[in-house]
């Protein structure tokens, strides 16, 4: 099952990057709340007009993890404010004691890829995105996570 959903993803993806290629960057810098399976703070900044890095510092499982991501931005043409997002970057954090998944205290190191929907208001400066951010644990409990949906909410400016 898990392959057939990281293959719709690719498709997506391939898909989207193909029939569209510009970006009207509508902001610098967004800072917020990421609300989801973990849950932290987001800040988005964008480093060409349509490439932006976003860091996210979220707690899960009575941990807390650092996520650095590389987005690519494409327009969705017919909705002004909205545009769709790919991408990928890592993550390493620490759990405490849990004993409903027994991780002891442990640092975990992983990839993570990123795809998602971005709506800037256009009357505040506001913007919500939804995604889903996959991400495997290379070292320590090691594993897929295939549960990481979320909203986010950020000032812009």
Do not use: C
Not at 66 to 92: C, K, M, P, Q, S
């Amino acid at each position: 099952m898990m392959k057939n959903v990281m293959f719709a993803v690719m498709a997506l993806v391939l898909m989207f990057s193909l029939s569209n290629e510009s970006k009207a960057q509508a902001y610098d810098t967004g800072v917020g709340l990421r609300l989801g399976a973990s849950s932290g703070l987001s800040v988005k900044h964008f480093i060409s007009q349509d490439a932006a890095l976003e860091g996210i510092l979220h707690t899960r499982w009575r941990g807390l993890l650092i996520t650095g991501l590389y987005e690519v931005h494409r327009d969705i043409e017919d909705v002004d404010g909205l545009n769709w997002f790919y991408g990928g970057g890592a993550h390493i954090g620490s759990w405490n004691n849990s004993s409903k998944y027994d991780y002891d205290g442990s640092t975990v190191i992983g990839i993570d890829g990123i795809i998602g929907l971005e709506y800037v208001l256009e009357e505040l400066p506001l913007n919500f995105s939804l995604d889903f951010k996959p991400a495997i644990n290379i070292i320590n409990n090691g594993g897929f996570w295939g549960d990481e949906f979320a909203l986010s909410v950020r000032y812009i400016f």
